[in-house]
């Protein structure tokens, strides 16, 4: 059998009539580039433009805050915080901090569940003041990490929105942080590339009414390494107003002359209760400087004495204010916040008597009186026959008391082996043998 293979051309192995035929023509080669061409150093400008950004945003956040540090924190030691999240992703922020940190600082971790790797940072050793710089994700755990502070300047730098910022501060946890100062950046839509954002400082006004609100204020804004507002406190007075009317719970005992608790009675039969006292009038001037007003309520364990029982409330937040003539100590300065000592008292302690002998009866206590004059005697009898061994006669002692001390006191030293003697007359230095066995 004979295989045969039929060939065609590349135009007659199609079926289609409508296949385009002929030659082909080569494309035409044009040079010219047609359109919006970008230079080398515009692709590189996008491919890092977040670098760039990043650092410049960097840098303009460390300066502010080197400005804050010399004008604001130079007499307190800055104590520098972060969280995981600052720690992990923008630690360039904090390594360009600490590169030009101006003061001496102590810097803490934050761990995940907001409590501090060594808490032990934020007790001052002695009468050295803190003050704070905090790196945080979530604004609204600034409370839970460094707590109440009345004194110490507080700088908020959160990632956290503008509008968690203001809920923050009109919030109750930013209540009791009296002087503090927040940080935000300003995350505008136009965000082009190498056009650095500005940040906002934020703090807030305390007890704008009577029922203790808080409202967010805006001190001034930086960009360029300029403030927008220049002259502005940072750190500006607080409560000028007092506290609006607010109404606060004051825990009371009866402690007289301190809290004197009186009570009457109206022609009803209503009992009503009046409080005297020191501390009562101190309250009340207090309440007309202030601008606030207050209710008195009673202890519920008043079995544990009037300043425990009121310390006590004081520590479950059953009340904002004390009043029992409560004695200042170490415990309750540590349990709670108490004022300066406005009166001092004295106090009488028993104890059990000192168990200790009088130094008389401690030199005669290991015998009885009877063998002490047993001794005496004995002491007094030996100095004559050794007087009359080494002398041969008594006509020395004979009035010559003198010589009859000197005798008692060789013989004492002689038994107890505690006195010596290198006198002319002295036995140790005698030279007859009957004396010698005699001693």
């Known amino acids: 059998m004979e295989n045969k293979s039929a060939t065609c051309t590349w135009a007659d192995c199609f079926e289609e009539p409508d296949w385009p035929t002929g030659t082909r023509e080569r494309r035409r080669v044009d040079p010219t580039f047609y359109g919006h061409p970008k230079t080398r150093?515009?692709?590189?400008?996008?491919?890092?433009?977040?670098?760039?950004?990043?650092?410049?945003?960097?840098?303009?956040?460390?300066?502010?805050?080197?400005?804050?540090?010399?004008?604001?924190?130079?007499?307190?030691?800055?104590?520098?915080?972060?969280?995981?999240?600052?720690?992990?992703?923008?630690?360039?922020?904090?390594?360009?901090?600490?590169?030009?940190?101006?003061?001496?600082?102590?810097?803490?971790?934050?761990?995940?569940?907001?409590?501090?790797?060594?808490?032990?940072?934020?007790?001052?050793?002695?009468?050295?003041?803190?003050?704070?710089?905090?790196?945080?994700?979530?604004?609204?755990?600034?409370?839970?990490?460094?707590?109440?502070q009345l004194n110490s300047y507080v700088v908020l730098i959160p990632r956290?929105?503008?509008?968690?910022?203001?809920?923050f501060l009109a919030a109750k946890q930013s209540r009791d942080i009296i002087n503090l100062l927040v940080i935000g950046e300003s995350y505008s839509v136009d965000k082009r590339i190498n056009n650095e954002q500005p940040y906002v400082l934020y703090t807030h006004e305390l007890y704008i009414d009577g029922l203790g609100a808080n409202r967010p204020q805006v001190l001034t804004s930086w960009i360029g390494n300029k403030f927008s507002r220049n002259n502005v406190n940072l750190f500006p007075k607080k409560l000028r107003k007092?506290?609006?009317?607010?109404?606060?719970?004051?825990?009371?005992?009866?402690?007289?002359?301190?809290?004197?608790?009186?009570?009457?009675?109206?022609?009803?039969?209503?009992?009503?209760?009046?409080?005297?006292?020191?501390?009562?009038?101190?309250?009340?001037?207090?309440?007309?400087?202030?601008?606030?007003?207050?209710?008195?309520?009673?202890?519920?364990?008043?079995?544990?004495?009037?300043?425990?029982?009121?310390?006590?409330?004081?520590?479950?937040?059953?009340?904002?204010?004390?009043?029992?003539?409560?004695?200042?100590?170490?415990?309750?300065?540590?349990?709670?916040?108490?004022?300066?000592?406005?009166?001092?008292?004295?106090?009488?302690?028993?104890?059990?008597?000192?168990?200790?002998?009088?130094?008389?009866?401690?030199?005669?206590?290991?015998?009885?009186?009877?063998?002490?004059?047993?001794?005496?005697?004995?002491?007094?009898?030996?100095?004559?026959?050794?007087?009359f061994s080494d002398k041969m006669t008594l006509r020395h002692l004979l009035g010559n008391w003198s010589e009859i001390e000197n005798m008692f006191w060789y013989v004492f030293g002689t038994f107890t082996n505690s006195l010596t003697f290198q006198g002319e007359n002295s036995w140790s230095n005698t030279k007859k043998t009957s004396t010698r066995m005699l001693i």
């Open 242 to 387: 007092g506290f609006s009317g607010h109404r606060f719970t004051v825990m009371a005992a009866h402690q007289p002359p301190f809290m004197i608790k009186r009570l009457s009675t109206d022609g009803v039969g209503n009992v009503n209760i009046r409080w005297e006292g020191l501390e009562i009038r101190l309250l009340r001037a207090m309440a007309q400087y202030l601008n606030f007003t207050y209710d008195i309520v009673e202890p519920s364990k008043l079995e544990m004495g009037p300043g425990d029982a009121v310390v006590d409330e004081i520590q479950r937040r059953q009340a904002d204010l004390g009043l029992a003539g409560i004695y200042v100590t170490i415990e309750r300065n540590l349990a709670t916040e108490m004022s300066v000592s406005h009166s001092t008292d004295c106090a009488a302690f028993l104890t059990l008597m000192s168990s200790a002998l009088p130094r008389y009866r401690a030199i005669l206590g290991p015998f009885q009186w009877p063998v002490w004059v047993a001794v005496i005697l004995i002491y007094l009898l030996a100095i004559f026959p050794l007087a």
């Open 160 to 167: 956290s929105s503008q509008w968690k910022l203001q809920e």
């Open 41 to 148: 150093e515009q692709i590189w400008e996008r491919n890092f433009a977040h670098v760039i950004m990043d650092n410049r945003q960097t840098l303009s956040l460390v300066t502010l805050l080197n400005k804050i540090i010399l004008k604001y924190l130079y007499n307190c030691i800055p104590i520098v915080l972060y969280d995981t999240y600052v720690g992990t992703t923008e630690n360039y922020i904090l390594e360009a901090l600490f590169s030009e940190f101006p003061t001496t600082y102590i810097t803490g971790r934050i761990g995940p569940n907001y409590t501090l790797d060594n808490p032990d940072i934020l007790e001052p050793i002695g009468p050295q003041c803190r003050s704070y710089i905090i790196f945080l994700a979530d604004v609204m755990m600034t409370r839970k990490v460094i707590g109440p």
